[in-house]
């Protein structure tokens, strides 16, 4: 059974830091991507991050650029997005989800996710 299990999402002021983690199992993880969608409240779901668990490529939204890091320790079988200067407008469910990583990390992200967590709620104070 594919599990996708998000944590570390919370309550943060603007400018603050925090680390999601999302620990995968049930797949081969060396062989996919593993990424990161959010919705915000009202809004559509937008993917922000990916990396390959093949070659450590990734792929940042323009949006978080230069803010967010995605890595991946792969004998944990473990993702991390490390999220800082955060905004009001990072508010919102991030979602990790897995695909094979066939093609570039954002064709990937938008295209061909397979399996998606349950999300973890970041909230940014202003």
């Known amino acids: 059974e594919v599990q996708l299990v998000e944590s570390g999402g919370g309550l943060v002021q603007a400018g603050g830091s925090l680390r999601l983690s999302c620990a995968a199992s049930?797949?081969?993880?060396?062989?996919?991507?593993i990424g990161w969608f959010r919705q915000a409240p009202g809004k559509e779901r937008e993917g922000v991050s990916c990396?390959?668990?093949?070659?450590?490529?990734?792929y940042y939204v323009d949006s978080v650029k230069g803010r967010f890091t995605i890595s991946s320790d792969n004998a944990k079988n473990t993702v991390y997005l490390q999220m800082d200067s955060l905004k009001p407008e990072d508010t919102g469910v991030y979602y990790c989800?897995?695909?094979?990583?066939?093609?570039?990390?954002?064709?990937?992200?938008?295209?061909?996710?397979?399996?998606w967590g349950k999300g973890t709620l970041v909230t940014v104070s202003s």
């Open positions: 989800v897995a695909g094979e990583a066939v093609g570039s990390m954002w064709y990937v992200l938008e295209y061909g996710m397979e399996f």
């Open positions: 049930g797949f081969a993880f060396d062989d996919y991507a």
């Open positions: 990396i390959s668990g093949i070659d450590g490529d990734t």
